[in-house]
């Protein structure tokens, strides 16, 4: 059956795949047992047929791309859960990287990311946002692509140059916000934000993949760097969902989702969220399901996710919580507030003392009504239970059959080029007509001479004079082309605009 065994307590309890795109929530204090209960999640979707998406915050979700071992203490747990058929076995696994390092690059361009989260990366004000704003529709408008960074600065600057005309299209653009965005820009840059700008783009369909035996390929962020920079990693899984909510069809309830999203340290996708972003995420969650998206957040506490979203989730593993501070304490009690009351479970209690391998579970069972809490023994996962070595991320990397497709950089001609090329000939028009006027006051005894052929050059060979006006040209068009630096366009929470 497309169910996933997850612990026994008084019974077993198991996720149906029919509820799986229901969402849920996977909660508990550090070091009690939440990336446990992930691995056994993300290995029983892709056994159904389910690819997977993770993020890997500490590293040691990479061990779901080997076999575990089954010692004594493992086949204890086996025989006391009940999971029939048990066995180690290493799962699908394609690794994914921001920086390209410890997995296949994983880009998308400035249009896709759209103006919003970028606003949201670069942390501008709402004036910085219009001004932000402004360069999307200009780029739109005068046929130009963003795919980069350098895109972006082009687009900006082109904004600054011909800043009267524009505030008269578009409303006022000051000098100050386009200086602003440009800083942002740079401190992006030397953060490494730079790699995730560009071509090839991330291709959804490549994360919706089965192996040839049918298993869903699990997807895995590389996040260990990428967290030191919050607001680059929120907004990123934040432009993946919304970009899977764009994009997929609407599907209905199927036997098994079409893809389910693991995001770890959830808090950080609504941390200083501006309220209209922070709507729509909610609005996304709550519809995303009837394209077959299950979203299964991961947090230390379950107040980390919004109410509005915290109420979406019928899915719910609690681990253990400390109740040390008064914030832990209401914690606790809203956890307990979650569950469905079990008559044989104080869950106010119960949740101060569970053990390390222990959970508080509920799933959605028939009809998506959820089941009584139950205090469940969690299953042991059969994949390896801890991070592999960087030599075996290697080699599953070297055998993945995407990576042609994106290990290689692609910088096809957009909006730096475009506007570079037209500074350049805007510089050569310029300086073509006082090269015609020196050509006719050229005095006649210049014309014969080894000085003249010197100076002015013979039919084969150009002279001194035609040398340095043409390098005088080329410097001044590389001078004006250096202030360009590249752009941004399209849109995210509200539509893309991939070209």
């Known amino acids: 059956m497309n169910q996933i065994l997850i612990g026994k307590g008084d019974q077993q309890v198991k996720l149906s795949a029919k509820y799986g795109n229901r969402h849920g929530i996977i ?18 979707f892709s056994r159904m047929g389910v690819p997977v998406f993770i993020s890997d915050v500490k590293g040691d979700v990479s ?31 394609v690794f994914w990287d921001i920086y390209g390092r410890a997995g296949h690059p994983v880009r998308t361009t400035i249009s896709e990311m759209g103006p919003s989260l970028l606003s949201r990366i670069l942390e501008l004000n ?20 963003l795919l980069d960074l350098d895109d972006l600065r082009a687009i900006l600057n082109f904004i600054a140059d011909n800043r009267k005309e524009i505030t008269g299209r578009y409303g006022l653009v000051s000098p100050q916000s386009v200086a602003a965005i440009q800083r942002s820009l740079f401190s992006l840059e030397r953060e490494g934000g730079r790699t995730l700008f560009g071509e090839p783009a991330l291709a959804l369909a490549d994360l919706l993949r089965t192996d040839l035996t049918g298993r869903g390929i699990i997807n895995i962020l590389a996040a260990d760097q990428l967290i030191l920079k919050p607001r680059l990693y929120s907004s990123f899984l934040l432009w993946l969902l919304s970009e899977l909510f764009e994009n997929l069809p609407e599907v209905g309830d199927l036997e098994i989702p079409r893809l389910v999203l693991f995001f770890d340290e959830a808090h950080l996708l609504f941390n200083d969220a501006p309220a209209a972003l922070r709507q729509r995420v909610e609005q996304v969650v709550r519809l995303i399901r009837s394209k077959g998206v299950g979203v299964y957040f991961c947090s230390q506490l379950p107040d980390d996710i919004p109410n509005q979203i915290l109420g979406q989730l019928g899915n719910r593993i609690q681990h253990a919580l400390r109740a040390y501070t008064p914030r832990d304490q209401k914690a606790v009690q809203i956890a307990a507030e ?15 003392q569970l053990g390390v391998g222990e959970a ?14 139950e205090r469940a023994i969690i299953a042991p996962p059969r994949c390896l239970m801890g991070a592999i070595s960087p030599e075996e991320r290697t080699a599953v990397r070297a055998r993945s059959p995407i990576g042609s497709k994106y290990d290689t950089h692609v910088n096809r001609e957009s909006a730096y080029e475009i506007l570079g090329r037209r500074t350049l000939e805007k510089v050569e028009v310029k300086a073509a007509p006082r090269q015609r006027q020196d050509d006719v006051r050229r005095p006649p005894e210049q014309e014969q001479g080894m000085l003249g052929d010197i100076l002015w050059g013979t039919k084969k060979r150009q002279g001194m004079v035609e040398t340095l006006a043409k390098q005088a040209v080329r410097t001044a068009g590389s001078q004006i082309g250096r202030q360009i630096v590249r752009g941004i366009l399209g849109g995210i929470l509200g539509g893309s605009s991939r070209r």
Not at 78 to 85: H, I
């Open 27 to 44: 909660a508990g204090a550090t070091g009690t047992g939440k990336t446990i209960s992930l691995l056994l999640l993300a290995e029983g």
């Open 63 to 93: 061990g779901l791309a080997m076999a575990g071992t089954a010692d004594d203490k493992i086949m204890a747990r086996v025989t006391q859960v009940g999971a029939e058929g048990y066995g180690n076995e290493p799962n699908p696994v």
């Open 126 to 145: 709402e004036t910085q946002a219009g001004t932000l704003e402004i360069a999307f529709q200009l780029a739109d408008e005068e046929g130009l692509l």
């Open 338 to 352: 979650t569950f469905v009351p079990n008559p044989k479970l104080n869950v106010a209690s119960v949740i101060s």
């Open 360 to 373: 508080l579970v509920s799933t959605l069972q028939d009809n998506g009504v959820p089941m009584p809490v």
